[in-house]
């Protein structure tokens, strides 16, 4: 059994990947035994499948079709043979070793069942992907009205929380997650009902069931954050179905 599988899922966005992979390989530990899925939902041909030529520890594989975030997730879950398992998105950049800040965390923490790291962009600037529980008013406010109601938007995103300290989170964005391999294989995975968006609003949901969700301060990654719904009418369009999916199965919280 490996200590961490992880799995990234490409979607014409190569040199992203690539990028990735190698920050992950050259920043973990030896002493950490990894293994790294990489699911290709590209529509365009690309070289990707030579990284499992560059590097033992990764396993290439092409569905052949778009599964979507969710689904590229769950296409490894019967192969996981690990402790732990890490989602990472193609535009993540590690510098120095998450995995194993990451693995001594949840050790010494029995009682979490997903952790998140520190996220900042290229200039150290911490990101606002940790949230309390959504609500229809704050998944409105950011997807429609972001320049208004800084107050609200400040408290949604727990900017009032102490980063050098860790602590529970509703719901952290899935760029980064790390959990308990058996966990995630008992729930399921994603749910299959998410295409793209709000899957890991679900996933975090169905963690703090059971579990909890932490913010680790004890290790950070460089997220390259496109907002993609911000900017594409056809994304803003799943992306509000996605949301209107999540409130139905969860319930209609207004405020």
């Not at 799943?238 to 405020?255: A, D, N, Q």
């Amino acid at each position: 059994m490996k200590d961490i599988s992880i799995t990234i899922v490409a979607y014409n966005d190569e040199e992203d990947v690539k990028n990735a992979v190698r920050s992950i390989m050259e920043c973990t530990a030896l002493a950490v035994s990894k293994e790294l899925f990489l699911v290709d939902n590209s529509s365009k041909k690309n070289g990707l499948f030579r990284l499992e030529q560059k590097y033992p520890e990764v396993t290439y594989l092409r569905p052949g079709k778009n599964l979507g975030f969710g689904g590229g997730h769950n296409y490894v879950l019967s192969r996981l043979d690990s402790r732990f398992h890490a989602i990472v998105n193609p535009d993540i950049i590690l510098t120095e070793d998450s995995f194993t800040a990451l693995l001594k965390f949840m050790e010494e923490q029995e009682s979490v069942g997903m952790a998140v790291p520190r996220m900042t962009d290229a200039e150290g600037n911490l990101q606002p992907v940790y949230r309390r529980e959504l609500t229809v008013a704050d998944m409105g406010i950011r997807m429609f009205l972001s320049s208004h109601f800084k107050k609200r938007q400040s408290y949604h995103t727990m900017q009032d929380m102490d980063y050098e300290k860790p602590f529970p989170v509703p719901f952290a964005q899935g760029s980064f997650l790390f959990l308990r391999t058996e966990l995630f294989r008992q729930l399921g995975g994603f749910d299959r009902r998410y295409f793209m968006y709000m899957e890991d609003a679900d996933l975090c949901r169905q963690v703090s069931q059971c579990s909890s969700v932490w913010y680790c301060p004890h290790t950070t990654v460089i997220h390259k954050w496109e907002k993609g719904s911000h900017k594409d009418l056809s994304l803003l369009k799943i992306h509000v179905t996605s949301m209107v999916r999540y409130f139905r199965k969860w319930g209609w919280k207004l405020c």
